[in-house]
Nanobody, 130 residues
Framework: QVQLVESGGGLVQSGGSLRLSCVAS????????VGWFRQAPGKEHEGVSC????????YYTDSVKGRFTISRDNDKNMVYLQMTHLKPEDTGVYYC???????????????????????WGQGTQVTVSS
């Protein structure tokens, strides 16, 4: 079965840190671009960070630049999102995706609301209290 399973979310105070993990099964991530998206209550999906197959090629939405870091471990078939200096506006359900046919990671991240809903897994809840 092809799936991505996210974990690592939780409740944290403003200024705190969390590390999200995503494990892939049924396929390998090493040749795919990957990304983290989030959905805040009442809002559309938003691309947070996307990473190309070259690893050095990463995109971050402006609101998380300097605070979040995306990475992958191909040996473990996993993707991570290290989040620091968290803010209440970072609250939401976080999803990892590995869509097919990605040629531009910025465009991938900016697809948020238009991403094929089949790519959304269960997600992991992140709640940042003020």
């Amino acid at each position: 079965q092809v799936q991505l399973v996210e974990s690592g979310g939780g409740l944290v105070q403003s200024g705190g840190s969390l590390r999200l993990s995503c494990v892939a099964s049924g396929f390998t991530l090493d040749r795919k671009s990957v990304g983290w998206f989030r959905q805040a209550p009442g809002k559309e999906h938003e691309g947070v960070s996307c990473l190309g197959t070259g690893d050095a090629n990463a995109y971050y939405t402006d609101s998380v630049k300097g605070r979040f870091t995306i990475s992958r471990d191909n040996d473990k078939n996993m993707v991570y999102l290290q989040m620091t200096h968290l803010k209440p506006e970072d609250t939401g359900v976080y999803y990892c995706v590995a869509p097919n046919g990605v040629t531009n990671i910025q465009a991938m991240c900016q697809m948020g609301p238009y991403m094929d809903p089949n790519y959304w897994g269960q997600g992991t809840q992140v709640t940042v209290s003020s």
